[in-house]
């Protein structure tokens, strides 16, 4: 991608298509961030990040994304 893409992607000069953008990323972001069900360590049900893959969901990074949010 060129310098010049870049600052059309980080610099607003139509407001509609900027947003647009920005959802589109948040919202691929969120799917790599997906949960799953996961069996924990001492035998019962639980769900996870499928990509951080901790004991926990919501990870840190949809924790990130959504605070602002509510």
């Given at each position: 991608m ?14 509609n298509?900027?947003?647009r ?50």
């Amino acid at each position: 991608m060129t310098h010049d893409e870049l600052v059309d992607i980080a610099i607003v000069k139509d407001l509609n298509k900027s947003i647009r953008k920005q959802m589109k990323a948040i919202e691929a972001v969120m799917e790599l961030h997906r949960p799953q069900e996961i069996t924990l360590p001492n035998g019962d049900w639980g769900i996870n990040c499928i990509l951080c893959d901790g004991y926990y969901y919501p990870c840190y990074t949809i924790d990130t994304i959504v605070k602002p949010l509510i």
